[in-house]
């Protein structure tokens, strides 16, 4: 807990301490997945400046990928009410990548962030788990993110997609990591079928970036 608390703090150190005025355009959060970090989302932070973003409408949240996810999703709720209050926007889009899917779900289903989040963009999401966690159970988040977990069935009753928050997803069956490679797809949402695309080079793809980054303005 105490390390998820130091990467909030220190993801939040850059964001202007009071804005000027509203964002000129909804901030995006990106959410990485299990063991990512930042770093992660550097091609599409470029591709989403070169767009006309500013660094200031640009933010990645960053958690424990060993503890516990309802505990990550908390600290992205903190996270999204700290972007919110300091640049002054509304609402938030949220991208996110595998593990991380199952952390933005929890906090837009459980923890009533859907009236916070504009757009949603999951990229290979474990959004309704992965085989692949099998190899990592001696960790929480892995427990979590294994089909059949009752975190998982949490996320998966009643409406997967709730409230005005438009969501959409990409997924393909070269993913190799989330297995089966279907279970990013979310009820009520925009699914991106790509034809092959491996797990690791969807925050590289700037084709797909671009997507995203076109969705999010819709």
């Known amino acids: 807990m105490f390390a998820l608390v130091i990467a909030v703090v220190a993801a939040l150190a850059a964001v202007p301490a009071t804005p000027a005025a509203a964002a000129a355009r909804t901030p995006v ?3 990485h997945g299990y063991t990512g970090n930042a770093s992660n989302w550097t091609t599409a932070e470029s591709l989403f400046r070169a ?3 500013s660094s200031s409408e640009l933010y990645a949240y960053e958690y424990n990928s060993y503890g516990d996810n309802v505990t990550n999703a908390r ?3 903190t996270f999204v009410s700290q972007v919110r209050s300091r640049t002054g926007a509304a609402k938030v889009d949220i991208v996110n990548h595998s593990m991380g899917g199952l952390v933005s779900l929890w906090y837009v289903k459980q923890l009533g962030g859907a009236q916070y989040v ?4 999951s990229l290979a999401g474990a959004n309704h788990g992965t085989t692949s966690a099998g190899a990592c159970l ?3 988040t892995c427990q979590q993110m294994y089909p059949g977990s009752s975190f998982i069935a949490t996320l998966s009753a009643g409406d997967e997609t709730p409230g005005s928050t438009r969501y959409a997803t990409w997924y393909s069956p070269c993913d190799g990591v989330i297995i089966p490679y279907t279970s990013t797809v979310l009820s009520g949402a925009t699914n991106n079928y790509v034809l092959c695309e491996n797990h690791l080079t969807y ?3 700037t084709s797909i970036l671009t997507q995203v980054r076109t969705f999010l303005a819709s």
């Open 29 to 31: 959060v990106f959410v």
């Open 51 to 53: 767009a006309g973003y």
């Open 138 to 140: 001696i960790f929480i």
């Open 203 to 205: 925050l590289t793809d």
């Open 118 to 121: 504009s757009h949603l963009a």
């Open 75 to 77: 600290g992205l709720a």
